[in-house]
């Protein structure tokens, strides 16, 4: 399986999916907006892990867009990307692609397979005890994955099969120090070492995404249709739409990949 990841450095949580996916399939990181700090990071943790052979997309993006958390971690400093973001995904339009950030750079781009995380399954579609207290009344809410719903909406209609990690199920899947021992992935560790140091949990949101990758029956989903009132997104049932979207999550079994 060859796997492209779009994501983002604004949360370890992107990091931290790319060092799960590395020995999964990962086969190229094209990274929003693209900044060659960004780039700089993700090399250096792929250079860690002995993958430099992995290439890393950027946009030439002028600021740095990396979050003040990295540099208590890696010792990193800006490099240029091996292509430019679209020219690296006009490869994988075939392959499998995870989008863990807004995915402006697949904008124009047929997809196969399209994996995301991101959108929002409401309580209507769930079952009682999937639903956390935060969302219990809430239909539609902002998913910043997403960037603007005019993206979300070419793409649907450019891609044949879609599947969604929403935010709602995600936000119940944290890592915390009880967690931590269950975690044998070296670079997961020494990153979530760091983090924990100064919180109490850190929710899994985009791993959790690219879990279901692997093994589809971590979460259940529901066939849908989705929809956006300006710039939040919901969705309701319905058939035939090859557009699927997480309404719970087996926490043990997602727990049980690491």
């Known amino acids: 399986m060859k796997i492209l990841l779009d994501t983002g450095t604004a949360d370890p949580d992107d990091v931290l999916t790319i060092a799960y996916l590395v020995d999964k399939g990962l086969s190229a990181v094209t990274l929003w907006p693209g900044s060659d700090a960004q780039v700089g990071l993700v090399k250096t943790i792929l250079n860690e892990m002995g993958r430099s052979d992995i290439p890393v997309g950027g946009n030439g993006y002028r600021k ?22 679209k020219d690296i995904a006009k490869d ?11 995915p402006f750079n697949l904008d124009g781009l047929d997809l196969n397979e399209w994996y995301a995380q991101g959108g929002y399954a409401p309580p209507s579609l769930m079952h009682p005890s999937q639903v956390l207290t935060k969302f219990k009344d ?6 910043f994955n997403f960037g603007s ?24 899947v944290i890592c915390d120090r009880t967690i931590l021992p269950r975690i044998k992935n070296p670079m997961i560790k020494k990153i979530m070492d760091v983090y924990l140091s100064e919180h109490s949990g850190k929710a899994f949101h985009d791993l959790l995404a690219a879990s279901i990758i692997f093994d589809r029956d971590i979460c259940e989903f529901k066939e849908v249709e989705m929809y956006h009132d300006k710039n939040k997104w919901g969705c309701y049932a319905k058939e035939n739409t090859n557009t699927f979207i997480s309404v ?7 727990w049980n990949t690491f």
């Open 64 to 85: 740095d867009c990396v979050s003040g958390f990295y540099s208590k971690v890696f010792d990193y400093k800006p490099m240029s990307p091996d292509g430019l973001c």
């Open 92 to 102: 994988f339009i075939n392959e499998t692609i995870l989008t863990c950030e807004a």
């Open 138 to 143: 809430v239909e539609t809410i902002q998913s």
């Open 248 to 254: 719970g999550v087996d926490k043990e079994r997602f």
């Open 149 to 172: 719903p005019s993206l979300i909406d070419r793409l649907i209609g450019r891609s044949k099969k879609r599947t969604f990690v929403s935010k709602n199920v995600c936000h119940g």
